[in-house]
């Protein structure tokens, strides 16, 4: 996509007295803001009382905004169902693991099973979208707001429980089947029919994987199904609007490449620092170096899986303005970190960043969170980094983004196992992945992050298959006609997709691809990695003992004589988790098997290509010689000196 980004802004009239928002548009328009976003928490406000609505002061809203030449996201208002509908049916409210509702008085208060509650939604989205859908201001709709986030994907009540039996029964068809899918002859766990199942819940010890992995699918196919309850009703009364929504940092619970088939765009929000803070398995020390910038990798490994959830289109739909409110810590960011977010979301695809939140509210649970002004109305931090933003954007031409040099799989069911049964505390698969991601980066390679059932995989020189729980056809298929290198292991292939080892053993791949046999595997201690012969390199959290066939040839082995990579042609196979000046080492082999040129980049420095464009990001807090790390080319904007949160564009 070749057009123009664009940046915008989260915006709450029913906040302010409506005085204040003709001049808020105006603002919002002479600062360079070209789409406004509004309405997902307005519910109480637009239907106070059962068979009351009033729709009237969001026309009014949406009224001023289209008259100051901004376009409208409207948000359908379903994360905040007021007190009065929760009234009505108290059992629409979610209830934990262990039983306890979780009630009124925040927001994401709902099951996603509620028959209930999906009436209701369907009622005020029609209404909406009937009353809104064709203003020519109103350009898209955000359906909901940040599924999962709080933990609410899973849930525990009445309503997800008679949903789930049914789930099961038209995966399985008979109870027979599903006995032996789940293996339930172990433990005496045999079920006579399909009404005797419960969800997997508190037990003596831990509940049979396969019972907690068919509750993670069924959790996750609940929440696409809500979704397309609300997508299917805008697609019918507002024809040609896009249909987004916002995604959240570190979040697998639910199939996100699904859920990216019923809209046109998917986007995310985008808190650095409080990710930073909250969601980073990151050392204390690179945690104190990165404070006030956020991890050099965090916002672009999720840059470039949401723009692979749906087909290309994305944008920031929140992007960090200061201070949030939420995280253990809230310091405020760097100067010039708010516009190297924006540029480098720019560079990774995004059609818009859209900043949260116009003006810092001084009521509510958020009152601390900054925004683009001051609760008083005065020009904040965020607000001339977004002025910097829209002068950068006069010097750009952006051309279209072609497939990166790398590609990593990245599959939600994966999470789910590794989530279920994790064999070693460590053992985390968002983890696993990120580590494999952040040693592309420091190489210098862009990342396209795919969908399991990825069946081409010719526009990458180097594929990397971490921790698959499962093969599919098409994948095992794209791999066995890939001339490119690829990485597979640790732990791929290690389950049939009903979670149980599968007969000749892991990686369950036909000899031809690879020739080698996970005869075993264990876990480790952090403090117990094992070191690896010839290298500085260790393997912590995991390790497999590998059988190597005729076809297979050892290249990296154990300090205690074990294989640990097998190459066979254009394929490696890794027998443990690596740890980072391993994974460098095995990088780097992948490499030069497919011919890529690879950088060897210092922490705080980061790029992406783009086009013909080469983005250089200065997430550290000295200056970086961008020609000492080979980077060269005719500078558009930045210095060769590039400064600490500095952006620098080279033409390539
Ligand atoms: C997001 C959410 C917003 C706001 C923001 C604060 O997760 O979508 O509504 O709460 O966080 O940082």
Not at 280 to 299: E, I, M, N, T, V
Not at 418 to 447: C, K, M, N, T
Request: hydrophobic share 40%.
């Amino acid at each position: 996509m070749a057009s123009k980004p664009q940046i915008g802004v989260c915006y709450y009239p029913e906040h302010w007295p409506e005085t204040l928002w003709q001049d808020d548009a105006r603002r919002m328009a002479a600062l360079g803001i070209s789409c406004v976003r509004i309405g997902e928490f307005a519910w109480s406000r637009l239907e106070p009382a059962r068979g009351q609505q009033d729709f009237e002061w969001l026309g009014r809203a949406i009224d001023i905004l289209h008259a100051a030449g901004l376009r409208v996201i409207l948000g359908t208002p379903t994360a905040t169902p007021p007190k009065w509908l929760v009234d009505e049916m108290p059992d629409m409210l979610p209830v934990d693991e262990h039983g306890h509702v979780i009630g009124f008085g925040s927001r994401r208060h709902y099951c996603f099973s509620h028959r209930g509650f999906h009436a209701e939604c369907e009622r005020i989205v029609t209404d909406l979208a009937e009353r809104f859908g064709q203003h020519p201001a109103v350009v898209g709709w955000q359906i909901d707001n940040e599924y999962a986030c709080h933990n609410t994907t899973r849930n525990w009540s009445q309503a997800s429980l008679l949903a789930f039996r049914q789930w099961l029964k038209h995966r399985y068809g008979t109870i027979a089947a599903l006995n032996a899918a789940w293996g339930n002859v172990f433990w005496s766990m045999e079920y006579n029919d399909f009404q005797s199942i419960d969800l997997p819940a508190l037990a003596p010890t831990e509940n049979n994987p396969a019972h907690r992995m068919d509750f993670y699918r069924f959790s996750s196919d609940q929440v696409i199904q809500f979704n397309r309850l609300q997508a299917q009703i805008l697609r019918k009364h507002s024809p040609g609007r896009d249909l987004i929504h916002n995604f959240m940092g570190r979040t697998l619970s639910f199939d996100h490449y699904e859920m990216g088939g019923d809209l046109d765009i998917s986007s995310w929000d985008s808190y650095p620092l409080g990710f930073l803070e909250d969601r980073s398995d990151a050392p204390a020390g690179w945690r104190q170096r990165f404070a006030r910038a956020g991890d050099p990798d965090f916002q672009a490994f999720h840059h470039d899986l949401y723009r692979s959830t749906s087909n290309g289109r994305w944008w920031v739909m929140e992007q960090q303005p200061g201070p949030v409110n939420w995280a253990h810590h809230n310091p405020a960011p760097r100067d010039g970190m708010i516009r190297l977010w924006t540029l480098e979301a720019f560079a990774h695809g995004a059609e818009v960043v859209s900043y949260f939140r116009w003006r810092q509210v001084p009521f509510g649970q958020e009152q601390m969170h900054a925004g683009l002004l001051r609760p008083d109305g005065v020009e904040a931090q965020a607000f001339h980094a977004a002025a910097a933003v829209v002068e950068d954007l006069e010097k750009l031409d952006f051309s279209g983004d072609g497939p990166a040099d790398a590609a990593i799989i990245l599959d939600y069911t994966s999470a789910w196992a590794w989530e279920i049964q994790p064999q070693g505390a460590d053992f985390d698969y968002f983890r696993l992945l990120f580590d494999h991601y952040r040693a592309l980066r420091r190489r210098g390679l862009s990342v396209d992050i795919l969908p399991p059932d990825t069946a081409d995989l010719s526009a990458y020189k180097v594929v990397l298959v971490p921790g698959l729980f499962a093969w599919n056809a098409a994948l095992l298929s794209a791999l066995e006609n890939h001339a490119g290198a690829v990485l597979v292991g640790p732990r791929s292939g290690s389950k049939t997709t009903e979670f149980q080892i599968p007969g000749g053993l892991p990686p369950n791949l036909p000899t031809n691809l690879l020739d080698v046999t996970v005869a075993q595997s264990e876990s480790l201690r952090a403090d117990c990695p094992i070191g690896v012969s010839g290298s500085d390199g260790r393997i912590r959290f995991w390790r497999e003992f590998l059988e190597v066939g005729a076809a297979g040839e050892t290249v990296l082995a154990s300090d205690d004589g074990k294989p640990l990579l097998v190459h066979q042609q254009n394929r490696f196979y890794l027998g443990g988790w690596p740890d980072d000046v391993l994974l460098d080492v095995v990088i780097e082999r992948l490499c030069a098997t497919a011919g890529l040129e690879t950088l060897s980049l210092p922490d705080g420095l980061r790029i992406r290509r783009r086009g013909e464009y080469l983005f250089a990001f200065n997430y550290g807090e000295t200056a970086i010689d961008l020609d000492a790390v080979g980077l060269s080319g005719a500078l558009l904007f930045g210095e060769n000196a590039l400064p600490p949160s500095g952006v620098a564009v080279l033409e390539v």
